[in-house]
């Protein structure tokens, strides 16, 4: 065991599968020479030639498009789009083609592909480089949609995403890249894609969320430990396929559930979570299933003071919980 | 090669065109065997989509020397990889797709290798065939394939890949971007250009401010040539040079801009008498690749009169046969409705 940065995790996850497997190709804006503008691939293409890492041109829909077609030919690209930004481009052959692969084939063909996506705010990125894309993502069947939360958890499903035949979307918030670091094995392993994880065993209330927000949502559970609010806190981990049986099985324990994400709360991640807990678990519950998200606006506004008015804290959280506690 | 191209068929009795390609006389009325055939297969899918039997036909009456000539040229290769696109029935049945199959894809019933009913016009990819034909949002299949050519290249394999396209699929971004990536990878990529002049009722002069889309390919560093689209020993014959130059080290890439006709509505669901006129479509009619492929074998006495009407006679009862056969087939059990959303 080391203690590495998130992105740390996901540079050792693609080099373990380049080394281990060599139909996995790298490519995307910058990850050659430049090791990608957050350094995932550093060192990459020394390593491994220009034949598997390869830099492409800007363009984000060929990146996902090229990706696709090398996954026809029995290759595994992991393709890095720059920020969750630019991805659009890359939508029509990610929601429109990669999805139907398999589908559209009657189970003949497959697509074994990653789109890494740095993503999410708190970083001074403003309207254009700071956008949540999940809620544009998570509902496409036929997509697996991974976001971590802490490096253990990347580099684990992160290898799982390179081994999946299906087309898995992989979202890194920028955030917790270099600012959260955890202890993360030297050696091979993974994590299964879809399982929650419970982060922290409460009885009151149960916190779901996934990312960044996670950190936020520990802090709070253990600020409320001193009014004796016992909080679970679950991450999700994978946003699709959702864990159901694990969220379900934890709001029927605590009768209460707070969901907690920065994407805006309208057609969110939340609006799912909190369908699946009324259908699913509506009997024991002793409180209205609550949301705390991203305001409806298009994105982070630029300056800090508005910055800080977008993103979920660890105030907002704690806040919400002890109302909730107290319903 | 000549935009009207009233050049490529000229040959001498002593030494015909195709002879000089390698093409006996033989496997030339094989080939014109299969246009008849696709031509009387599209008129039956068009006459079941108005008795409300097929949903969909995208005629490929025009352009059946384009889509044929590439696949007789890919076949005969036999180390070519293909990405079609809606227009391109007739090649699907030159790379050995059957008639049947043909049918029972268009109507959606079971038993297509393809897409098990779950796609219309044949969409899909079959084991039993070197082609990949995903979906139909035009330009969509351009940079797959180009990372299709990427993957082959990267294995040291030899393999060509060809992906066709209208005139219309030209003006999306994802062609631009296609073919901008193959140049730079110098990919062995044959980028195939069906030109109507039509995207559905645009007309070329609006869709572009060219006359010929093979202008574009400089932009891209790798050559553009211009082809007679309704002349099929053209069509071979270039495509036969651009596998060539895909496989050459120092080659790479060829645009074939394939002037072609649209002889149909752009599908069944449109109606081209609101932005064509009677002459236009005359002028089309003059350019039809099945009747000039008949003229140049009539005129080399390989067929004759008779010949030809047995040659039709036989495709009728075959698509007759095909017909029957399809509708008669079961439809796809609806449970297949779910199932393959994942690879396991």
């Known amino acids: 065991m080391t203690v590495k940065s998130t992105i740390e995790a996901i540079r050792e996850a693609m080099h373990e599968e380049l080394v281990a497997d060599p139909r996995v190709m790298v490519l995307g804006e910058d990850v050659g020479t430049r090791g990608g503008v957050f350094l995932a691939t550093q060192n990459f293409i020394e390593e491994f030639g220009e034949h598997r890492i390869i830099d492409t041109p800007l363009a984000e829909c060929s990146i996902a498009g090229v990706s696709l077609g090398l996954a026809f030919r029995g290759l595994r690209p992991i393709a890095e789009i720059q920020f969750s930004d630019f991805w659009w481009y890359a939508a029509n052959q990610l929601i429109g083609e990669a999805s139907r692969v398999h589908y559209g084939t009657n189970g003949y063909l497959s697509a074994p592909m990653v789109v890494r996506i740095p993503y999410g705010g708190g970083v001074r990125g403003g309207l254009f480089h700071s956008q949540y894309i999940e809620s544009y993502l998570y509902n496409t069947p036929g997509l697996k949609v991974i976001a971590p939360s802490n490096?253990?958890?990347?580099?684990?499903?992160?290898?799982?995403?390179?081994?999946?035949?299906?087309?898995?979307?992989?979202?890194?918030?920028?955030?917790?890249?270099?600012?959260?670091?955890?202890?993360?094995?030297?050696?091979?392993?993974?994590?299964?894609?879809?399982?929650?994880?419970?982060?922290?065993?409460?009885?009151?209330?149960?916190?779901?969320?996934?990312?960044?927000?996670?950190?936020?949502?520990?802090?709070?559970?253990?600020?409320?430990?001193?009014?004796?609010?016992?909080?679970?806190?679950?991450?999700?981990?994978?946003?699709?396929?959702?864990?159901?049986?694990?969220?379900?099985?934890?709001?029927?324990?605590?009768?209460?559930?707070?969901?907690?994400?920065?994407?805006?709360?309208?057609?969110?991640?939340?609006?799912?979570?909190?369908?699946?807990?009324?259908?699913?678990?509506?009997?024991?519950?002793?409180?209205?299933?609550?949301?705390?998200?991203?305001?409806?606006?298009?994105?982070?506004?630029?300056?800090?003071?508005?910055?800080?008015?977008?993103?979920?804290?660890?105030?907002?959280?704690?806040?919400?919980?002890?109302?909730?506690?107290?319903? | 090669m000549s935009p009207n191209g009233e050049k490529a068929l000229s040959s001498t009795k002593a030494m015909p065109a195709h002879r000089r390609l390698g093409l006996t006389d033989d496997q030339l009325l094989g080939f014109y065997e299969q246009m008849a055939l696709a031509r009387i297969m599209d008129d039956r899918l068009i006459a079941l989509n108005r008795q409300g039997k097929v949903p969909l036909v995208a005629s490929c009456q025009g352009s059946e020397a384009a889509s044929m000539g590439l696949a007789l040229a890919a076949k005969t290769d036999g180390d070519c990889f293909l990405f079609p696109y809606y227009r391109d029935m007739p090649m699907k049945l030159v790379m050995g797709v059957s008639p049947l199959e043909t049918m029972i894809g268009h109507i959606g019933k079971d038993g297509n290798t393809f897409n098990g009913g779950r796609q219309f016009l044949l969409q899909g990819a079959s084991p039993n065939f070197p082609i990949i034909h995903l979906s139909n949002v035009v330009g969509s299949n351009l940079s797959q394939a180009v990372g299709y050519a990427l993957g082959c290249k990267t294995l040291g394999e030899d393999t060509v890949v060809f992906v066709s396209f209208g005139d219309g699929g030209s003006s999306e971004g994802e062609c631009h971007e296609a073919m901008n990536f193959a140049g730079v990878h110098k990919l062995p990529v044959v980028f195939c250009c069906y030109n109507n002049r039509l995207a559905i009722s645009v007309p070329q002069e609006k869709q572009m401010a060219i006359e010929n889309l093979a202008d574009r390919a400089a932009g891209y560093g790798f050559p553009g040539v211009v082809v007679d689209g309704t002349d099929s020993l053209e069509v071979y014959r270039i495509a036969k040079e651009a596998i060539d130059r895909a496989r050459d080290p120092s080659g790479g890439p060829t645009f074939l801009e394939l002037k072609v006709e649209r002889l149909k509505p752009h599908t069944s669901d449109d109606d081209d008498t609101r932005y064509r006129t009677p002459e236009d479509m005359e002028d089309s009619r003059r350019r039809d690749p099945l009747a000039r492929l008949n003229a140049y074998l009539s005129d080399l006495g390989i067929l004759t009169p008779a010949h030809d009407e047995q040659i039709f006679q036989e495709s009728r009862a075959e698509v007759n046969r095909v017909t029957d056969a399809a509708e008669n087939a079961p439809w796809p059990d609806a449970s297949n409705l779910y199932g393959h959303l994942y690879a396991p």
């Open chain 1, 151 to 327: 490096p253990y958890d990347a580099k684990g499903l992160l290898k799982s995403a390179i081994r999946d035949d299906n087309p898995v979307i992989f979202l890194e918030h920028k955030k917790t890249y270099r600012a959260v670091r955890g202890e993360v094995p030297d050696t091979s392993y993974t994590i299964p894609i879809g399982r929650a994880e419970v982060k922290r065993p409460g009885t009151d209330i149960t916190l779901i969320s996934y990312g960044l927000a996670i950190h936020y949502g520990m802090e709070a559970a253990t600020l409320l430990e001193g009014d004796d609010v016992s909080v679970e806190v679950l991450d999700l981990r994978t946003l699709r396929p959702l864990d159901n049986e694990t969220i379900l099985e934890s709001v029927k324990r605590t009768g209460k559930a707070l969901i907690v994400h920065e994407a805006s709360v309208t057609g969110g991640v939340g609006a799912e979570v909190a369908a699946i807990i009324a259908e699913g678990a509506f009997e024991y519950l002793d409180a209205p299933v609550t949301r705390l998200c991203g305001p409806d606006l298009p994105a982070m506004a630029f300056a800090p003071t508005m910055e800080d008015g977008f993103m979920v804290n660890t105030q907002k959280i704690t806040d919400a919980l002890l109302k909730l506690a107290a319903y």
